[in-house]
């Protein structure tokens, strides 16, 4: 969008504030609201943003190692550079508009480690390849009856979930919420985040939504909104939703599956379809998965980048467990779809959980993937059976902890290759720190187990 068009929309849609925010190494949006006259002038000279963003974790605690800043460096602005073409209407702000940052080392060099950024320099790797690359993210979410307040006034327990007992693809269910599910279809579609479905899953007040395709960055920029946007839409019915990986043992985790294929650069033709059979994968698609097989145990921290992760990717909890693929095989950690037509032929990448910050999920799994193109990497025969008891040797094993899926990121020749150095060490450096709180942490069920009997 050009800044009279921007003015148009603002005038037409009687736009009183405007909210500019960026993505974080943990998917998390932060931003502030700003003038109408600072966002003109930052449109043409950009604005500072404080560096701390990629210099703390999600609950705001300092790096105790130096990164991209530190205390060394005094936390200073970053230059912040507004992307017009994020411009959305707020339909819950319905007087707010709001737009994207991304961010610069200086005036012409993008962020290192901008999780939006390394995904826009893996797509332009895909476009100078010929490739267009489609992708959308569906997320599987608990839903409950509960207030921030009210959760940290119970410690998270005994919390009141918005349905009770196991009922999937419920339409009882879901009629009954019919107020939350009806505002987040028609919010998300005026929002410019079109959902293709949503339903219960298997778990009290739990649901899933699929996000209508579109290209990869796009993608991945719907997907962290439609995150944020849901719990702000939620919030405003008195609920709170997770997307956690895995909140209770008693119930399955949640998936946050990414569905990819590569076009020609102009969008007409999925080139993951076989040139001459209706059905078939071209070898376009067989490097593509070979290639992401290949990279996934090094990669996994950036797929599935929490403690939390790591209870979701276990036998039999619709979670892979090994760098396994297989044609329409939910078991495996890359599920290909062949589809009714040629169209929908891709790749479900099914190792990512809801946790996981979906720009750099989605810029991995795509790197991934277009290593195994220029390698011409071979994926061996799909696996047909179940693939948590494949036999032993069949497929490399995945990363059981945070602490092991990031030793393998570090000395990964791999994900440098894909994703640059500079991206990797920091990357590195904030999990050492994720694992190293979690050390310090005294469970609940170490305080049942240990604290009268030992």
Same mark, same amino acid.
């Given at each position: 969008?050009?800044?009279?068009?921007? *003015?148009?929309?603002?005038?037409?849609?009687?736009?009183?504030?405007? *909210?500019?925010?960026?993505?974080?190494?943990?998917?998390?949006? =932060? !931003?502030?609201?700003?003038?109408?006259?600072?966002?003109?002038?930052? @449109?043409?000279?950009?604005? !500072?943003?404080?560096?701390?963003?990629?210099?703390?974790?999600?609950?705001?605690?300092?790096?105790?190692?130096?990164?991209?800043?530190?205390?060394?460096?005094? &936390?200073p602005d970053l230059l912040a550079k507004i992307d017009l073409n994020t411009c959305r209407v707020i339909p819950w702000e319905p007087d707010t508009a709001?737009?994207?940052?991304? &961010? &610069?080392?200086?005036?012409?060099?993008?962020?290192? %480690?901008?999780?939006?950024?390394?995904?826009?320099?893996?797509?332009?790797?895909?476009?100078?390849?010929g490739f267009q690359p489609f992708m959308s993210a569906e997320y599987e979410y608990f839903i409950f009856n509960e207030t921030p307040h009210s959760l940290?006034? *119970?410690?998270?327990?005994?919390?009141?979930? #918005?349905?009770?007992?196991?009922?999937?693809?419920?339409? #009882?269910?879901?009629?009954?919420?019919?107020?939350?599910? /009806?505002?987040?279809?028609?919010?998300?579609?005026?929002?410019? %985040?079109?959902?293709?479905? +949503?339903?219960?899953? $298997? !778990?009290?007040g739990v649901y899933e939504t699929a996000i209508r395709y579109d290209t990869a960055l796009n993608a991945a920029d719907k997907a962290g909104l439609f995150k $944020?946007?849901?719990?702000?839409?939620?919030?405003?019915?008195?609920?709170?939703?997770t997307f956690m990986a895995k909140w209770s043992p008693k119930y399955p985790g949640c998936g946050g599956h990414l569905h990819q294929s590569l076009w020609d650069v102009e969008g007409n033709t999925n080139l993951f379809a076989h040139e001459s059979e209706r059905t078939g994968m071209s070898e376009t698609m067989k490097h593509y998965i070979a290639g992401q097989i290949a990279a996934m145990p090094d990669m996994?921290?950036?797929?599935?980048?929490?403690?939390?992760? &790591? *209870?979701? $990717?276990?036998?039999?909890?619709?979670?892979?467990?090994?760098?396994?693929?297989?044609?329409e095989n939910r078991t495996a950690a890359l599920r290909a779809i062949l589809g009714l037509s040629p169209k929908s032929r891709r790749v479900e990448y099914r190792l990512a959980g809801a946790d996981a910050n979906p720009h750099i999920a989605m810029a991995a799994s795509l790197a991934a993937g277009l290593y195994g193109i220029e390698h011409q990497l071979d994926a061996g025969e799909p696996f047909n059976g179940n693939a948590y008891e494949a036999p032993e040797g069949r497929f490399e094993s995945l990363p059981r902890s945070l602490e092991e899926a990031t030793v393998r990121l570090k000395h990964s020749e791999i994900a440098r290759a894909c994703l640059g150095d500079a991206f %990797?060490? /920091?990357?590195? @450096?904030?999990?050492?720190?994720? @694992?190293?709180?979690? =050390?310090?942490? +005294?469970?609940?069920?170490?305080?049942? =187990?240990?604290?009268?009997?030992?």
């Amino acid at each position: 969008m050009t800044t009279d068009e921007i *003015k148009d929309l603002f005038k037409e849609k009687q736009i009183q504030k405007i *909210k500019i925010a960026g993505f974080d190494i943990d998917g998390i949006l =932060r !931003g502030k609201y700003i003038s109408a006259d600072k966002f003109f002038s930052a @449109i043409e000279n950009g604005l !500072g943003f404080c560096d701390v963003i990629f210099g703390w974790d999600s609950n705001d605690q300092l790096y105790d190692q130096p990164t991209i800043t530190g205390w060394d460096t005094g &936390y200073p602005d970053l230059l912040a550079k507004i992307d017009l073409n994020t411009c959305r209407v707020i339909p819950w702000e319905p007087d707010t508009a709001l737009f994207l940052l991304d &961010y &610069y080392q200086n005036d012409e060099q993008p962020l290192d %480690v901008s999780p939006r950024q390394l995904l826009q320099k893996v797509v332009q790797k895909a476009n100078d390849m010929g490739f267009q690359p489609f992708m959308s993210a569906e997320y599987e979410y608990f839903i409950f009856n509960e207030t921030p307040h009210s959760l940290h006034e *119970k410690g998270f327990k005994g919390m009141n979930s #918005l349905s009770p007992g196991w009922f999937g693809y419920s339409v #009882l269910r879901a009629s009954a919420a019919s107020n939350l599910v /009806h505002a987040i279809i028609d919010g998300m579609r005026e929002y410019n %985040v079109e959902l293709e479905g +949503i339903h219960t899953e $298997t !778990g009290p007040g739990v649901y899933e939504t699929a996000i209508r395709y579109d290209t990869a960055l796009n993608a991945a920029d719907k997907a962290g909104l439609f995150k $944020t946007g849901f719990k702000e839409i939620a919030a405003k019915q008195g609920l709170v939703a997770t997307f956690m990986a895995k909140w209770s043992p008693k119930y399955p985790g949640c998936g946050g599956h990414l569905h990819q294929s590569l076009w020609d650069v102009e969008g007409n033709t999925n080139l993951f379809a076989h040139e001459s059979e209706r059905t078939g994968m071209s070898e376009t698609m067989k490097h593509y998965i070979a290639g992401q097989i290949a990279a996934m145990p090094d990669m996994m921290a950036l797929i599935c980048p929490t403690i939390n992760s &790591y *209870k979701r $990717t276990v036998p039999g909890a619709w979670a892979p467990t090994n760098a396994s693929w297989g044609i329409e095989n939910r078991t495996a950690a890359l599920r290909a779809i062949l589809g009714l037509s040629p169209k929908s032929r891709r790749v479900e990448y099914r190792l990512a959980g809801a946790d996981a910050n979906p720009h750099i999920a989605m810029a991995a799994s795509l790197a991934a993937g277009l290593y195994g193109i220029e390698h011409q990497l071979d994926a061996g025969e799909p696996f047909n059976g179940n693939a948590y008891e494949a036999p032993e040797g069949r497929f490399e094993s995945l990363p059981r902890s945070l602490e092991e899926a990031t030793v393998r990121l570090k000395h990964s020749e791999i994900a440098r290759a894909c994703l640059g150095d500079a991206f %990797v060490d /920091h990357f590195v @450096i904030t999990r050492e720190w994720e @694992i190293s709180e979690f =050390r310090r942490a +005294i469970t609940d069920w170490e305080l049942k =187990r240990y604290f009268e009997i030992i």
